[in-house]
């Protein structure tokens, strides 16, 4: 199939998800299949690694590379498939419990890295897998209708953990705005380094305070969304001189501002953004022949493994 002709079907495969009517889920997968079909991206050039819990499904329903995780460690997999093979565009998907939980030192250690890669962690404040536990974005105070009791713990901040960690590219997406997800996703995979999108995403199941009618402000009496786009505001989130410190710390400072406002307004789109030379960069991984490159090649199209497995039966 010539790369032209790529359309967001083209990323579809046999198996239909499994989640819940009405899941956030579907918007951000509708999202990454958009984006990857409007980069023109080969679905063999393309690995999805994922953790544990509903968004641990996401790589079953995309039809690229995938490799389905431990709880956690879609980071660490993700940094030895990119390091393996940097021609291969890499996409790490996780929740929020996944993620910011058992994940959480490997979230802060990638963030220092800055591989080549995008991670995309689907936000819902609950882990939905397990019957709606609080997860380590819900605030305290929080109680939803899975909850006996409100948290007694504080939610963490995602965008401000991932600014202070060092990820190069940063920025909030909200799941049911596929559209805008979609443009976010290509700007964050084009992006050089490791980007982080912390994307807002309903789940009706367990979560009944951050639902899509709260988003959109119809609980509100002046019908005000509470999502916002950061760019229809003139907010500019990109560093223009790396080597300026100054910039870096003020860019950094009123992004991690930003970050915290939360309420009666939530800010969307990208809050950071800067150019800094990639851990690849400073390595020197050679083939075994001594060439420059990936040490590890794919095969086009799609290897067919089921020989192989079968000999694990
Ligand atoms: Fe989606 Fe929640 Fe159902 Fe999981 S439990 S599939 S997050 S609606």
Redesign the pocket.
């Known amino acids: 199939m010539a790369v032209a002709e790529l359309k967001r079907p083209d990323f579809k495969v046999d198996t239909r998800p499994d ?2 009517p ?2 956030g ?1 579907f918007g951000i997968l509708n999202a990454i299949r958009q984006a990857l079909a409007n980069m023109r991206l080969e679905p063999h050039n393309v690995a999805v690694v994922s953790g544990i819990g ?1 968004s641990g499904k996401t790589p079953h329903y995309i039809g690229t590379y995938g490799f389905h995780t431990l709880h956690g460690r879609a980071l660490p997999f993700a940094t030895g498939i990119k390091l393996a093979n940097r021609e291969l565009t890499v996409i790490a998907v996780g929740g929020d419990g996944d993620g910011y939980g058992i994940g959480a030192g490997y979230f802060v250690n990638t963030g220092r890295r800055n591989l080549d890669f995008t991670y995309i962690v689907f936000n ?1 404040g609950v882990y ?2 397990t019957k709606g536990q609080a997860s380590p974005t819900l605030g305290r105070g929080e109680q939803t209708k899975s909850m006996s009791e409100a948290a007694i713990q504080d939610g963490i901040n995602p965008i401000g953990l991932a600014i202070s960690s060092g990820y190069t590219f940063v920025a909030r997406g909200y799941a049911m705005d596929p559209r805008g997800l979609a443009k976010l996703i290509a700007d964050a995979v084009r992006h050089r380094g490791t980007s982080f999108i912390d994307v807002l995403q309903p ?4 979560n009944d305070k951050q639902t899509v009618e709260w988003y959109m402000g119809r609980d509100r009496e002046d019908k005000q969304r509470r999502v916002y786009q950061l760019i229809e505001e003139g907010f500019d989130p990109v560093v223009r001189d790396p080597s300026n410190v100054d910039e870096i710390v003020q860019k950094k400072q009123i992004a991690l501002a930003k970050s915290y406002e939360w309420g009666d307004r939530i800010p969307i789109g990208v809050l950071f953004q800067i150019d800094m030379p990639t851990f690849e960069d400073g390595l020197d991984l050679r083939r075994p022949d001594g060439s420059k490159g990936a040490i590890m090649k794919q095969a086009a199209p799609y290897q067919d493994f089921s020989s192989v497995l079968g000999r694990f039966r």
């Open positions: 989640w819940c009405g899941c889920d509903c819902n939905g897998l789940c009706p199941v367990y």
